[in-house]
């Protein structure tokens, strides 16, 4: 299930996946670390230098949002216009496998980020101190903030060092350096993650993902200490966000014989009737209990004698299990319909749909295809 979308954006056709990963292509140089790295807006996410910013789906944003593209109205506020395309589910898909990982304690980023180790340009201690001042606090002469005061106090973070933080990024034609007018924009825009200036020339020509290293908090205390180590940062998450991208299979599974309207809720079934409410609710939660049982019978058996509603409670399950993101696919057997008369396209139509809906068991049907070239004529 891709983050930040529903159930139906998941679902798309195997082909698109072959387009999206043809062309997604992240730089991960982090020398150039102008096309890495960002402002942070500290608020409640309590962003650090450092810390990794991900554009993802959130509220009425697709991820990224132009924050100087608009128009100009009462007492001078900006009134924006357009909208943004959001990232591809392919790539949707992989930021909730990478925060599915980071949840059960495999945080590949920060192997990769060893890499970085030793070279002065990308090491964290050479960046030095992580200082936060007042918004409205104007920096002080030099090109360093050591004379600067009035640094905001901030707990001490514990555990991992870098933080990812998932949400909406601003993205524009200009710098922003100064505290007061960061802290406007991100209430304005519903409290976005950073500012950047790159993002939204992609979005709507070019299907990917804006991930940011931050450097600076998008003040006017903003030098280029962190860039370094942000980029770093930034790099090496992009490359867990690809590590678990699975890789396009070359069998065209389109070329595989289905059955048409086979599915619960295809064309040709999704006016026939389900159950009732609070009608065979016993039946009901005895499969619910099955599909929910680690430990149960591979199959569940609905048998009894015809007009029974044996196909109403089938139907009331499947959609039940689709809304609770359990249903891998299904197949409505109906009696004189071509296909749908026999199984002989049951298991083609099962494993092409399981492929829509799961792309990562696209290599494993490959395999089999590969070691038994003739299981297709066996049906």
């Given at each position: 299930?891709?983050?930040?979308?529903?159930?139906?954006?998941?679902?798309?056709?195997?082909?698109?996946?072959?387009?999206?990963?043809?062309?997604?292509?992240?730089?991960?140089?982090?020398?150039?670390?102008?096309?890495?790295?960002?402002?942070?807006?500290?608020?409640?996410?309590?962003?650090?230098?450092?810390?990794?910013?991900?554009?993802?789906?959130?509220?009425?944003?697709?991820?990224?949002?132009?924050?100087?593209?608009?128009?100009?109205?009462?007492?001078?506020?900006?009134?924006?216009?357009?909208?943004?395309?959001?990232?591809?589910?392919?790539?949707?898909?992989?930021?909730?496998?990478?925060?599915?990982?980071?949840?059960?304690?495999?945080?590949?980023?920060?192997?990769?980020?060893?890499?970085?180790?030793?070279?002065?340009?990308?090491?964290?201690?050479?960046?030095?101190?992580?200082?936060?001042?007042?918004?409205?606090?104007?920096?002080?002469?030099?090109?360093?903030?050591?004379?600067?005061?009035?640094?905001?106090?901030?707990?001490?973070?514990?555990?991992?060092?870098?933080?990812?933080?998932?949400?909406?990024?601003?993205?524009?034609?200009?710098?922003?350096?100064?505290?007061?007018?960061?802290?406007?924009?991100?209430?304005?825009?519903?409290?976005?993650?950073?500012?950047?200036?790159?993002?939204?020339?992609?979005?709507?020509?070019?299907?990917?993902?804006?991930?940011?290293?931050?450097?600076?908090?998008?003040?006017?205390?903003?030098?280029?200490?962190?860039?370094?180590?942000?980029?770093?940062?930034?790099?090496?998450?992009?490359?867990?966000?690809?590590?678990?991208?699975?890789?396009?299979?070359?069998?065209?599974?389109?070329?595989?014989?289905?059955?048409?309207?086979?599915?619960?809720?295809?064309?040709?079934?999704?006016?026939?009737?389900?159950?009732?409410?609070?009608?065979?609710?016993?039946?009901?939660?005895?499969?619910?209990?099955?599909?929910?049982?680690?430990h149960g019978k591979c199959i569940f058996w609905l048998n009894g004698m015809a007009g029974t509603g044996k196909s109403t409670i089938a139907r009331t399950v499947a959609r039940s299990f689709k809304d609770n993101r359990q249903l891998g696919a299904s197949f409505f057997f109906k009696r004189g319909e071509g296909d749908r008369g026999n199984a002989t396209r049951f298991f083609t139509t099962i494993v092409t749909n399981l492929i829509m809906r799961i792309p990562d068991l696209a290599q494993h049907v490959e395999n089999a295809l590969r070691d038994e070239p003739d299981i297709l004529d066996l049906q």
């Amino acid at each position: 299930m891709p983050t930040g979308r529903p159930i139906w954006y998941s679902v798309c056709g195997y082909h698109r996946y072959h387009r999206y990963l043809d062309a997604f292509h992240v730089p991960l140089n982090p020398a150039r670390s102008d096309g890495r790295i960002g402002g942070g807006v500290p608020s409640k996410h309590d962003i650090r230098l450092g810390d990794v910013v991900v554009s993802q789906p959130f509220g009425k944003y697709g991820g990224v949002v132009q924050h100087d593209l608009g128009k100009i109205v009462t007492q001078g506020q900006m009134r924006r216009t357009g909208f943004l395309n959001a990232p591809p589910p392919l790539l949707l898909n992989a930021i909730s496998r990478v925060r599915a990982n980071h949840l059960q304690g495999r945080i590949d980023f920060t192997r990769y980020s060893a890499a970085f180790h030793g070279l002065p340009q990308f090491d964290r201690h050479a960046a030095g101190p992580d200082k936060l001042f007042e918004a409205t606090y104007e920096h002080k002469r030099g090109e360093t903030c050591e004379s600067c005061t009035k640094v905001v106090i901030r707990p001490t973070r514990t555990g991992q060092e870098v933080l990812i933080h998932y949400g909406t990024i601003a993205s524009g034609n200009q710098v922003i350096k100064d505290g007061a007018t960061r802290d406007r924009i991100s209430s304005e825009l519903g409290d976005v993650l950073c500012f950047e200036m790159e993002g939204a020339g992609l979005m709507n020509s070019f299907p990917c993902l804006v991930i940011r290293g931050i450097c600076d908090y998008a003040d006017i205390h903003k030098n280029k200490k962190w860039q370094g180590y942000a980029a770093a940062t930034a790099a090496s998450f992009a490359k867990e966000v690809l590590s678990v991208i699975p890789m396009p299979s070359k069998f065209d599974f389109t070329t595989l014989s289905t059955a048409e309207g086979a599915s619960f809720d295809s064309r040709d079934e999704e006016h026939n009737a389900t159950c009732l409410e609070n009608t065979r609710t016993e039946l009901r939660c005895q499969i619910a209990e099955w599909a929910d049982s680690e430990h149960g019978k591979c199959i569940f058996w609905l048998n009894g004698m015809a007009g029974t509603g044996k196909s109403t409670i089938a139907r009331t399950v499947a959609r039940s299990f689709k809304d609770n993101r359990q249903l891998g696919a299904s197949f409505f057997f109906k009696r004189g319909e071509g296909d749908r008369g026999n199984a002989t396209r049951f298991f083609t139509t099962i494993v092409t749909n399981l492929i829509m809906r799961i792309p990562d068991l696209a290599q494993h049907v490959e395999n089999a295809l590969r070691d038994e070239p003739d299981i297709l004529d066996l049906q």
